[in-house]
Each structure stands twice: as C-alpha cells, then as structure tokens.
C-alpha cells in the first residue's frame, strides 16, 4: 500500500508501509476512540482520522491483498482532496468515510478500483461544490480493463457532479475511445444514493447486479449502459431522466436489463429494451431505510450503518387467507437447487408449464442448512408458463412446488450448485424428462403442441437495429428459447416485436441485435420470411440454422386444421370448377425496370402465362405465399379467394382481375 499528501506539482515523500498497517503509521493520522464519535459508535472499536490539509490531495494506493478499514479522511479544508486507487486481488476497503464537501470543480475520480475487491461501509455524502458534468467527483469509478468481480455494499454517496457509481466501462466496446473493456462484473448490495448527476447506479456487464439499492433525485436511478444485468428489490424515484435507463444515445449499443421486484415511476430507454415492469411505487427514500448503510463519516469509519426496513417481497400467491390459515400446498414436485458451503451468489433460473409456488423442504442441505425460497426469488407466470430465477449460496437452497412439466433449467454455476427432485439429485435432463408427463390437465393440448415450432432470429454481436418479417397460417406467440445466441445473448421475444392477425393469418415483425435474438411459438406453416441483414442475422427452427426456404418447407405440413379440406380439394382437383379463375399480373415490360414483390391469398394459387407471362422457376409458391421477382419482364399467377396480402419493391404495373376465366 502506497500513501502520500500532494500540493499541485509538488509531493511529500512517498512512504511505502506494510499491508493492513497503513492507518497506524500515517503521519496525519489522528486515532480517535469511537466512544466519543457520538451515535457512530460501536463499542471497543478505535478509527483514525486524515485531516487533508487545504490544497493538498491525500493519496493511498492499494494492490493485492491490502486493507484499507476504520478510517475518517477529512477533506473540510478549503480544496483539500483525496484519490484513492485499488487494484489487483484480494484488496478490501471497509468502513471509510470521507468529512466535508468536495470544493474543487473540475472532473475526478477520487475513487477507482478494478480486478477483484471488496468496497463495503463507504461514505462519501456531504456533497460536492459543482452542481453540473463534469464540474467534481465521481463516486466510485470502476476502471475500463477492470477484467474481475468487485462487491460494493452498504454505501451512501450523494450530490456528486457525476455518477455515484460509474461501473459500466468494463463493457466498453472495441471502439470505445479507451478500447474494449474487461468484461468485469460489479455486483452493488444494500446501497443508497441521492442527487448525482448522469446516474446513482450505472453498471454494464451481464454479471453485474444492483440489490436492494436506493435512489432519489439523481438524472437517473438505475442505468443498464451494455448488455444485461440485473436489478433486484430496488427502489428508484424522483430521476430527472428516467428511474430505469437503457442503452447510451452516443453508442447505440443495446442494453436489457432484468428486473426483479424493482419499484420505480419512469423509464428512458434509448437504444436496447427492458426485461420486466416496475412492481408498483416506491417504498424507500432515504438511506435510513436501507440496512446497514452509513448516515455520516464518523459512523462509516466506525463500523455502524443504520437499522434499514426489509423490501417488500414479489407477491407471488402464497399470502394466508383472510382466516390466518395458509392455502393448501400445491400439488406437484418439489425442485430444489442446494449449493456447497463456498458457493456465492450462485444464480439459476428455470420454467415450467403450470403454477410454481414458494416452498420449504422438509430436510436440510449436506451442509445442514435450510433449503427454502425467499425474497430474492422471483416467479414471473404469463400464459401459464412460469419463469423462475433466484440465487443462493453458503450451503442454503431453494425450494419450490411445481405443479406441471418443468421445461428448462439453468445453473450459473453448477460446481457448487445442484437441482434435486423431490429430495433426490439429479441432472438437469434428468428433471425434465421425470416432470414430462405431470400436465394432466392439458395432455390434449400437450399432443396437439408436438407440431409446434420454435422459431427464432438471431444475431452477430455487431448488429444493430436487424429487422425482420414472417408470416404464418396458425397461432404464433411470443416465447423464450432455452438455450442462448452464439455470442451469449438471451434469445426470446419482447415488447418490440409484433404480431397481427387476419383471418387465420399472423404476420409478424420485429427487430433484434448485440448478439440477442427474438423468439416464436408457431403452430401452422411459416408462409414466407424476410430479412433485413441477412449478413448479421440468420432463422433457426427448434435450434437449428435453417434457410429461409428450408423453415417453409420444414412447416408446410403443420397445418392440421385443414388436412379434412385439402383431402376434399385433391379429391376433386380434377374438376375445373375447383380451378381458381382470379388472375394477378406483376408487368415490368412497359418500365424495364425490376421489382420485387410477395403476396399471400386466402385460396389457392398458382403459376400462369395468363397475357403472355413468362414462368419463371426462381419465383417460390408455397400454400398460399408467393415470392418473386421480374426484371423488364411479367409474372401471372391464377388464385382463388381474396389477396390477404401484398408487397411490392420496384417499379412495375400490378393488375387484378377477377373471374378472368
């Protein structure tokens, strides 16, 4: 550990003293005992105190395995400053307070760190002088090739000039100015900040977290920057630019975050979408309602934080009848996910078609302890499938009932955690294939579902703003894929995809990129699809790669609906009142210019010379979807029934006629 006080371009000497030593040797150092810091006490315990003389900046350097604890820098004096730096592993900064108000206006990051540390009881709240970016402090700055895990926890940073928390720079992107990030996580517990410009709470890599953290008054609350990490039992309100901000209008980078029991009023999203809804108003808005969060630098260095109320949990049926008595238990499987001793935050997720409830096993863990879920975790239903993730560790489990075919499971980190069934482990295949049959109550629908496909688009991790179309004969509906893209992106549809239906015909569109894809459950054939950057974006039918040509071949078959009505029509093929009389032209002869076009009818169609048109091979009619092209040239077609749909690019004269033989 490395410490020194400067004054402009001038530097006492640089002591280098032993790790975990540093406050007993530093030179300004006054120890105080904390029976006489008023309410920070916490008896016994001694804190020193840095007082940073005026137009001076204190400096500690931190690397692998130092301690910086129970320490008041005092920073009242006029342009007094400190700058703080840890890197490496296994460094850990706890109970720190910073005394009086940042008077300096130009930009800092008093405060950086990066690889893999502990920040735990900070306070750093009495305010900042400049009152707009860039002018002062950044709360806590978490550096662009920070590459491991940090943990911040039971901090209260407020009126910075900037963000409280700047942690997505290790999601930078290759073009960002200061190159690729280092993909760390930062995981933000127990937390509060208020009034800070650009954001309280801003992080930007799959494995980064904000836990039971509040904000009030800042540009923004919770700010998902890159990718999509997760916030749980969080509070956000009173932002000026939205409680929840997705995505950067500058880098255009998609961003989704996962919610879990987050109670916010606004939302911003810029480039990317939001996985979740807010879970009503906010309940918390001052740092005393957070636990363990330090109310002043005294109480920080001393080791105190305040008492906190406990989040509301998501609701999530189980709540007792008005009589006091519980509900009767669901019947089902009882599925637990149970961790080793030195697990941490060991996060899993599954669905499973019917209800899912809370449960409490009746027998512990090999570590003997308790195996039952709780607040943290979370049951979304919609639909009748119900999605379920959570986390534990520490030798704990969760536990829940299950009532119907649980249909996928997903464990962050299976070293130290495992599922079992009904009290017995088992792999994850094993799960599904032993609840595979529990739907009774829907064992009709279950067989008619055999048919069904998964359609998904996904995409390259450079793609942006990747659109697409398809139409289908038969229900299509928004789904989940149990597996992720190649680049890791979560692949299911969302609030941005749309899907219209017209007499039995669904068409729907949509947009994805970053590496995610969009996802569909269709149940009748997919007519026609198209893509908009067929170079960044491909289609895939129940988790293969597929052509577009190979998925309309693929499900030609699915319409079940109308195998009675197309055994009628190839009985009576041959009679010509069966043939369809209504012609369409698409004629590029009089323009010389080329065109694409595709269409769909509620009949029957095919290829024809009608007015001399040529009849081109390259040109697909599939059921009743056609898609074609003419170059100075015409295509005909016979049909039946009415045009359903139609889309033409180019330029050539379309003609309908009706009857026409």
């Given at each position: 550990m490395t410490t020194n006080e400067e004054s402009g371009s001038d530097s006492d000497e640089r002591t280098l003293v032993g790790r975990r030593s540093y406050m007993k040797a530093a030179a300004s150092a006054v120890t105080l005992g904390v029976a006489g810091a008023g309410s920070a006490a916490a008896a016994g315990e001694d804190y020193d105190v840095i007082e940073v003389p005026a137009g001076q900046t204190h400096t500690i350097s931190l690397g692998s395995g130092d301690t910086l604890e129970n320490t008041l820098i005092d920073i009242s004096a006029r342009n007094a400053k400190f700058q703080i730096s840890?890197?490496?592993?296994?460094?850990?900064?706890?109970?720190?307070?910073?005394?009086?108000?940042?008077?300096?206006?130009?930009?800092?990051?008093?405060?950086?760190?990066?690889?893999?540390?502990?920040?735990?009881?900070?306070?750093?709240?009495?305010?900042?002088?400049?009152?707009?970016?860039?002018?002062?402090?950044?709360?806590?700055?978490?550096?662009?090739?920070?590459?491991?895990?940090?943990?911040?926890?039971?901090?209260?940073?407020?009126?910075?000039?900037?963000?409280?928390?700047?942690?997505?720079?290790?999601?930078?992107?290759?073009?960002?100015?200061?190159?690729?990030?280092?993909?760390?996580?930062?995981?933000?517990?127990?937390?509060?900040?208020?009034?800070?410009?650009?954001?309280?709470?801003?992080?930007?890599?799959?494995?980064?977290?904000?836990?039971?953290?509040?904000?009030?008054?800042?540009?923004?609350?919770?700010?998902?920057?890159?990718?999509?990490?997760?916030?749980?039992?969080?509070?956000?309100?009173?932002?000026?630019?939205?409680?929840?901000?997705?995505?950067?209008?500058?880098?255009?980078?998609?961003?989704?975050?996962?919610?879990?029991?987050?109670?916010?009023?606004?939302?911003?999203?810029?480039?990317?979408?939001?996985d979740g809804s807010s879970a009503g108003s906010p309940q918390r808005t001052s740092p005393e309602e957070v636990e363990g969060v330090p109310l002043s630098a005294e109480e920080a260095a001393s080791g105190g934080g305040s008492g906190g109320v406990s989040p509301s949990p998501?609701?999530?049926?189980?709540?007792?009848?008005?009589?006091?008595?519980?509900?009767?238990?669901?019947?089902?499987?009882?599925?637990?996910?149970?961790?080793?001793?030195?697990?941490?935050?060991?996060?899993?997720?599954?669905?499973?078609?019917?209800?899912?409830?809370?449960?409490?096993?009746?027998?512990?863990?090999?570590?003997?302890?308790?195996?039952?879920?709780?607040?943290?975790?979370s049951v979304e239903e919609s639909d009748g499938t119900a999605r379920v993730s959570g986390l534990t560790g520490g030798g704990y489990g969760d536990a829940f009932r299950v009532a119907g075919p649980v249909t996928s499971i997903d464990i962050?980190?299976?070293?130290?955690?495992?599922?079992?069934?009904?009290?017995?482990?088992?792999?994850?295949?094993?799960?599904?294939?032993?609840?595979?049959?529990?739907?009774?109550?829907?064992?009709?629908?279950?067989?008619?579902?055999?048919?069904?496909?998964?359609?998904?688009?996904?995409?390259?991790?450079?793609?942006?703003?990747?659109?697409?179309?398809?139409?289908?004969?038969?229900?299509?509906?928004?789904?989940?894929?149990?597996?992720?893209?190649?680049?890791?992106?979560?692949?299911?549809?969302?609030?941005?995809?749309?899907?219209?239906?017209?007499?039995?015909?669904?068409?729907?569109?949509?947009?994805?990129?970053?590496?995610?894809?969009?996802?569909?459950?269709?149940?009748?054939?997919?007519?026609?699809?198209?893509?908009d950057q067929p170079d960044v974006m491909w289609v895939e039918l129940d988790g293969e790669e597929l052509s577009v040509e190979e998925v309309i071949d693929a499900t030609s078959g699915d319409d079940g609906d109308e195998d009675d009505e197309n055994d009628e029509n190839d009985e009576n093929e041959d009679d010509s009142e069966d043939q369809p009389s209504n012609a369409l032209v698409i004629d590029a002869t009089e323009t010389g210019e080329s065109a694409r076009y595709r269409f769909e009818v509620s009949g029957s169609v095919e290829k024809a010379s009608y007015q001399d048109a040529t009849i081109d091979d390259g040109d697909s009619v599939d059921s009743t979807a056609v898609e074609g092209s003419v170059d100075g040239s015409k295509d005909a077609y016979w049909f039946s029934g009415n045009i359903t749909d139609f889309w033409l690019n180019g330029d050539a004269l379309v003609d309908v006629e009706y009857d026409a033989r």
């Amino acid at each position: 550990m490395t410490t020194n006080e400067e004054s402009g371009s001038d530097s006492d000497e640089r002591t280098l003293v032993g790790r975990r030593s540093y406050m007993k040797a530093a030179a300004s150092a006054v120890t105080l005992g904390v029976a006489g810091a008023g309410s920070a006490a916490a008896a016994g315990e001694d804190y020193d105190v840095i007082e940073v003389p005026a137009g001076q900046t204190h400096t500690i350097s931190l690397g692998s395995g130092d301690t910086l604890e129970n320490t008041l820098i005092d920073i009242s004096a006029r342009n007094a400053k400190f700058q703080i730096s840890a890197r490496g592993s296994g460094w850990e900064v706890r109970n720190l307070g910073i005394r009086g108000n940042w008077d300096e206006t130009t930009k800092a990051e008093p405060f950086i760190v990066s690889g893999d540390g502990v920040i735990d009881n900070y306070y750093f709240a009495d305010g900042a002088t400049g009152d707009s970016y860039p002018n002062g402090p950044t709360g806590i700055y978490v550096a662009n090739a920070h590459s491991g895990t940090i943990r911040i926890n039971n901090v209260n940073i407020q009126d910075m000039p900037d963000n409280a928390i700047y942690g997505s720079s290790p999601g930078d992107l290759s073009s960002h100015p200061s190159g690729g990030g280092g993909g760390g996580d930062v995981i933000i517990t127990n937390s509060y900040a208020a009034d800070c410009v650009a954001s309280s709470f801003r992080v930007g890599t799959d494995g980064s977290r904000v836990e039971n953290c509040v904000s009030v008054g800042s540009d923004c609350g919770f700010w998902a920057f890159y990718n999509s990490p997760k916030v749980v039992d969080c509070d956000f309100s009173d932002s000026n630019l939205g409680d929840i901000r997705v995505g950067d209008g500058h880098w255009r980078d998609d961003a989704r975050p996962r919610l879990e029991n987050v109670r916010y009023e606004t939302e911003h999203v810029h480039s990317g979408s939001i996985d979740g809804s807010s879970a009503g108003s906010p309940q918390r808005t001052s740092p005393e309602e957070v636990e363990g969060v330090p109310l002043s630098a005294e109480e920080a260095a001393s080791g105190g934080g305040s008492g906190g109320v406990s989040p509301s949990p998501p609701s999530n049926g189980d709540e007792p009848d008005e009589d006091g008595e519980d509900d009767e238990e669901l019947e089902g499987h009882l599925l637990a996910f149970v961790t080793d001793p030195s697990a941490r935050n060991a996060e899993y997720e599954f669905t499973a078609e019917g209800a899912v409830e809370l449960a409490e096993a009746d027998y512990e863990s090999p570590s003997g302890r308790s195996i039952g879920a709780n607040g943290n975790d979370s049951v979304e239903e919609s639909d009748g499938t119900a999605r379920v993730s959570g986390l534990t560790g520490g030798g704990y489990g969760d536990a829940f009932r299950v009532a119907g075919p649980v249909t996928s499971i997903d464990i962050d980190q299976p070293d130290v955690m495992w599922v079992e069934l009904d009290g017995e482990e088992m792999s994850v295949e094993e799960v599904i294939e032993a609840t595979s049959d529990d739907d009774s109550d829907n064992g009709d629908e279950d067989e008619s579902e055999e048919s069904d496909h998964l359609l998904a688009f996904v995409t390259d991790a450079d793609a942006r703003y990747a659109e697409y179309e398809f139409t289908a004969e038969g229900a299509v509906e928004l789904a989940e894929a149990d597996y992720e893209s190649p680049s890791g992106g979560s692949i299911g549809g969302n609030g941005n995809d749309t899907i219209e239906e017209s007499d039995g015909t669904y068409r729907v569109s949509g947009l994805t990129g970053g590496g995610y894809g969009d996802a569909f459950r269709v149940s009748g054939p997919v007519t026609s699809i198209d893509i908009d950057q067929p170079d960044v974006m491909w289609v895939e039918l129940d988790g293969e790669e597929l052509s577009v040509e190979e998925v309309i071949d693929a499900t030609s078959g699915d319409d079940g609906d109308e195998d009675d009505e197309n055994d009628e029509n190839d009985e009576n093929e041959d009679d010509s009142e069966d043939q369809p009389s209504n012609a369409l032209v698409i004629d590029a002869t009089e323009t010389g210019e080329s065109a694409r076009y595709r269409f769909e009818v509620s009949g029957s169609v095919e290829k024809a010379s009608y007015q001399d048109a040529t009849i081109d091979d390259g040109d697909s009619v599939d059921s009743t979807a056609v898609e074609g092209s003419v170059d100075g040239s015409k295509d005909a077609y016979w049909f039946s029934g009415n045009i359903t749909d139609f889309w033409l690019n180019g330029d050539a004269l379309v003609d309908v006629e009706y009857d026409a033989r």
